[in-house]
């Protein structure tokens, strides 16, 4: 689909019952959406549409599956998360709702302002001084089709050095950010058990969340490793 204002059409064309959206149709859907639910209010972006009755709700997913992706790492009480789009909307608010105080570092300061204005802490490439953090989260698509890093590599080599444990959303490669959290002995993980999780919580709601999400879960990884 090219165009994210058919999403609605679409969905009720085919008589679906649920669905999930990718990007770059997260904000599309939120505004087509009937209602909307949860956290996706204050993130602004839907990933997941449920019908209930005529109205197609919007919820989102991506949030508390990346949550659950950490759970393993232990406490976190601070974290840094490199980028500011959609992807460190939702992280941000999840984090902020889990009481762990969270840092948005940006390479320009033009999109920081929706971050800035929700009370985050926040900083441009120019305006940063390393600090100490906990986790840090890459949502930049750095290293995706490239070698590139979301920071220099003098700065993120100091933040790694303080921190615990690393996360990067993209998956299904060892990313030059990966790789230095690897070097720098960090705990580390790609996106895939976001994936998979929001995949969970998504699949969930389209039954009204009436499921077992750890049934689900063992189900959808038989899936994954096909």
């Given at each position: 689909m090219k165009d994210g204002a058919n999403i609605i059409e679409t969905f009720n064309s085919l008589r679906l019952d649920g669905a999930n959206v990718t990007v770059p149709h997260k904000e599309y859907a939120f505004d087509l959406c009937d209602k909307v639910e949860g956290i996706a209010i204050k993130i602004g972006a839907v990933n997941t549409l449920v019908k209930d009755g005529l109205d197609i709700v919007g919820y989102n997913t991506d949030a508390i599956g990346f949550f659950e992706s950490i759970k393993s790492f232990g406490e976190i009480k601070t974290a840094l998360i490199l980028g500011a789009g959609g992807t460190a909307k939702a992280i941000s608010f999840i984090l902020n709702e889990n009481g762990i105080k969270t840092t948005i570092?940006?390479?320009?300061?033009?999109?920081?302002?929706?971050?800035?204005?929700?009370?985050?802490?926040?900083?441009?490439?120019?305006?940063?001084?390393?600090?100490?953090?906990?986790?840090?989260?890459?949502?930049?698509?750095?290293?995706?089709?490239?070698?590139?890093?979301?920071?220099?590599?003098?700065?993120?080599?100091?933040?790694?050095?303080?921190?615990?444990?690393?996360?990067?959303?993209?998956?299904?490669?060892?990313?030059?950010?990966?790789?230095?959290?690897?070097?720098?002995?960090?705990?580390?993980?790609?996106?895939?058990?976001?994936?998979?999780?929001?995949?969970?919580?998504?699949?969930?709601?389209?039954?009204?969340?009436?499921?077992?999400?750890?049934?689900?879960?063992?189900?959808?990884?038989?899936?994954?490793?096909?």
């Open positions: 570092l940006n390479r320009s300061a033009k999109r920081l302002e929706f971050f800035k204005l929700n009370g985050f802490d926040t900083f441009s490439w120019d305006s940063f001084k390393s600090g100490s953090y906990d986790l840090i989260v890459n949502t930049t698509s750095a290293g995706l089709r490239d070698d590139s890093l979301p920071l220099e590599k003098e700065q993120l080599e100091i933040l790694m050095k303080r921190s615990k444990y690393a996360f990067d959303v993209i998956y299904g490669k060892i990313t030059p950010f990966i790789k230095m959290a690897k070097k720098s002995s960090l705990e580390y993980k790609d996106g895939s058990d976001m994936l998979l999780f929001q995949a969970v919580f998504a699949f969930n709601l389209f039954y009204k969340n009436q499921l077992k999400t750890d049934k689900i879960e063992k189900e959808m990884r038989k899936a994954f490793a096909l």
